[in-house]
């Protein structure tokens, strides 16, 4: 079964700024999904990538806020953007393989914005 | 819209006993039904799934069926263990879209 590597693990960012996120799989997959949890909320999806085209963000996410990046089959980034105190959440990657649900995620990016 | 509907927790119970954390959801659709575990400092993983009515997911001697009269998806074990202690996370899949309950802490104390 596929190992995501997620990093960072946490982190706390001043308003305004951006991070990163980074996320490798220790397989090819096709498709590759990056969630947020909130606060004592369910996850949400933000948008699904596959490698060679543009990420489809769900509705109330947009690229300028959360670009993506799939530059291969295991390997993805999730930018958030501007920051604002809003966005402290968890954010996860997630892969598929083959068809179904995502079945492996990583651990997560704990994102604290002062 | 399509949801899931979990029981709050958190939940703590002694060893051997019995576990159920319930799970609602509603659907426009025939969606498949997940359940998901996230143990301490790790990352969330499938516990087990059923994709049509009737059917009975089990994993790892938990076991949930798919009720279609009840919209019910109900995770159960008969007797838990101190490495149950975990997130447990409903949800529901049609197609590519996924939808998550917002999750049950399970504590088992020895």
């Known amino acids: 079964s596929a190992v995501i590597s997620q990093k960072p693990s946490r982190d706390i960012c001043q308003r305004g700024t951006s991070l990163t996120i980074q996320c490798q799989v220790d397989?090819?997959?096709?498709?590759m999904f990056w969630y947020r949890q909130q606060p004592g909320q369910s996850l949400t999806l933000i948008a699904t990538?596959?490698?060679?085209?543009?990420?489809?963000?769900e509705s109330g996410f947009v690229i300028d806020k959360f670009p993506i990046s799939r530059p291969n089959l295991t390997f993805s980034t999730l930018t958030v953007s501007n920051m604002s105190p809003e966005d402290s959440s968890i954010y996860l990657c997630?892969?598929?393989?083959?068809?179904?649900?995502?079945?492996?995620f990583g651990d997560g990016t704990r994102l604290s914005i002062l | 819209g399509d949801s899931v509907t979990q029981m709050e927790g958190p939940v703590t119970l002694s060893e051997e006993a019995f576990l159920t954390i319930n799970c609602t959801y509603t659907?426009?659709?025939?969606?498949?039904l997940f359940w998901y575990v996230q143990y301490p400092g790790e990352g969330l993983q499938l516990l087990l799934k059923?994709?049509?009515?009737?059917d009975k997911g089990s994993n790892k001697g938990f076991e949930a069926t798919y009720r279609k009269e009840t919209t019910s998806f109900h995770l159960e074990k008969g007797s838990v263990q101190v490495s149950d202690s975990a997130v447990y996370f409903c949800?529901?899949?049609?197609?590519?879209?996924?939808?998550f309950g917002t999750g049950t802490s399970l504590t088992v104390i020895p």
């Open positions: 659907a426009t659709g025939y969606p498949s």
């Open positions: 949800a529901l899949g049609t197609g590519n879209q996924f939808y």
């Open positions: 997630s892969v598929q393989e083959g068809t179904g649900p995502p079945q492996h």
């Open positions: 397989s090819q997959v096709t498709m």
């Open positions: 990538a596959n490698q060679g085209s543009e990420a489809t963000y």
């Open positions: 059923a994709t049509k009515a009737d």
